[in-house]
């Protein structure tokens, strides 16, 4: 890491292949949301961590923990369900990187509200281009409920996350991640997800720390009803050796 420049370090904060232990928290401020489009609120953070599991694979673990608030008529806050993506790749060094594995969503929330009440899992893939100044790729999953209370909906939900993003020598970057979404159990005029906007952001070191900040606003051309229309999101990653 001591090595690695700032450009590098900046295309570490979004690759889901890097070899660092990787934390994002990210905060996502969501506006007119439900029938008063008051504003919601989300917290999350998802670490990324590498295993050396054979000189020719890794096998990286990426947990996610969410807390959100729903405002009012029926305000809640509190945790999400919990969901963790494994993904085994290539340890030899390429532009293009990929990745396979099981993502597995668990009925931890901590109301009705937020979260499935289901048990859920799927697979998981990642495609990355990483040449000079650029990051591009796709992540996408699917989960599909087996297990879980009866009363609550089904779940199948296919998650769908491009990447084109631009990085400086400086380490600032520009980027356009939007996380899209569609649900198969919900009425086609609400299935669809689809966020429209950029991220500007900026990795550095402080000191012997190194970390990415990162502000975006986006809006979104297709929501289910009572969504968030638009949101802004901040996130700010810490970078530590992987230590294997």
């Keep these: ?49 590498p295993f ?15 807390a959100t608030y729903v405002p009012a008529p029926d305000a809640e806050f509190g945790f999400e369900d919990l969901q963790t993506s494994v993904f085994l790749t290539p340890a030899k060094s390429s532009p293009w990187v990929w990745g396979v594995g099981p993502v597995v969503q668990v009925p931890t929330a901590t109301s009705d509200a937020l979260g499935t009440g289901k048990w859920s899992a799927g697979p998981t893939g990642a ?37 084109l993003s631009y990085n400086f020598e400086s ?5 356009c991640d939007p996380a899209i979404t569609y649900d198969w159990n919900a009425p086609s005029r609400d299935a669809w997800t689809v966020p429209v906007g950029a991220d500007i952001g ?20 297709k929501h289910p009803d009572g969504a968030a229309e638009s ?12 230590g294997r």
């Design 52 to 66: 050396s599991i054979h000189p020719d694979w890794h096998l990286i673990v990426r947990p996610l923990v969410a």
């Design 202 to 221: 900026k990795a550095l070191k402080v000191r012997a720390v190194a970390l990415a900040l990162q502000l975006g606003a986006y809006d979104f051309v």
């Design 127 to 163: 495609l990355i281009y990483s040449e000079g100044p650029w990051l591009n790729g796709v992540l996408a999953h699917h989960l599909a409920a087996f297990a879980g209370s009866q009363h609550r909906d089904r779940v199948s939900s296919t998650y769908l996350e491009p990447l």
């Design 171 to 175: 380490g600032w970057y520009v980027q």
């Design 1 to 49: 890491m001591e090595t690695a420049t700032a450009r590098e370090l900046a295309k570490d904060a979004r690759n889901p292949f890097t070899e660092f232990v990787v934390v994002p928290v990210e905060s996502v401020t969501g506006f007119r949301v439900g029938p008063r489009r008051r504003t919601a609120a989300s917290v999350d953070v998802q670490p990324l961590v």
């Design 231 to 242: 949101i802004v999101r901040a996130q700010v990653t810490f970078f530590f050796p992987a």
